[in-house]
């Protein structure tokens, strides 16, 4: 007696699925900052004053680390393909070459040229995210203090 293999291939097709966990859906981090970022970003700015104001080098180079390393990851979400050619090109990274326009450059020199663009771009991308956080900062600060001038919580 010969009999399909079909019934029996769909139940176990059918317990395998009943075996399977449900996935659960992940929540992509939205491209700018977020609120636990920006408050990070606003206790470096505190301590980097502090640090102005006693004169401690070591508490503003922490800051400036710090306010670095916010950046990056924000614009590792907003330009994963510029964060990712610039980690690249610091694995290029030397001393001594120059780069365009007799500017010090510090990419081995098969890389100087792209990496040199890359390493602006990702500056001046930085530089717009620290200045963006910076001016959110500020606006809730300047909203806390109106607040608190008008006597209502």
């Known amino acids: 007696m010969i009999r399909s293999k079909k019934p029996a291939a769909l139940a176990v097709v059918g317990l395998l699925a009943a075996c399977a966990q449900p996935q659960v859906p992940v929540e992509p981090i939205p491209p700018g900052p977020s609120p636990a970022e920006i408050a990070d970003y606003a206790a470096a700015q505190a301590q980097n004053r502090r640090g102005q104001a006693t004169g401690n080098d070591d508490d503003i180079a922490q800051t400036l680390y ?5 950046s990056a990851a924000i614009l590792a979400r907003q330009d994963p393909r ?3 050619a610039y980690s690249l090109c610091e694995s290029y990274q030397v001393a001594g070459p120059r780069g365009r326009l007799g500017m010090p450059s510090h990419f081995e020199p098969q890389f100087v040229r792209p990496c040199d663009r890359i390493a602006w771009r990702y500056d001046e991308e930085t530089a717009a995210i620290r200045s963006d956080l910076e001016a959110r900062i500020a606006a809730a600060d300047r909203a806390t203090i109106a607040q608190a001038g008008t006597g209502h919580p």
Not at 66 to 70: D, F, K, T
Request: hydrophobic share 40%; aromatic share 12%; charged share 25%.
């Open 66 to 70: 710090s306010s670095r390393q916010i």
């Open 82 to 84: 510029l964060f990712d």
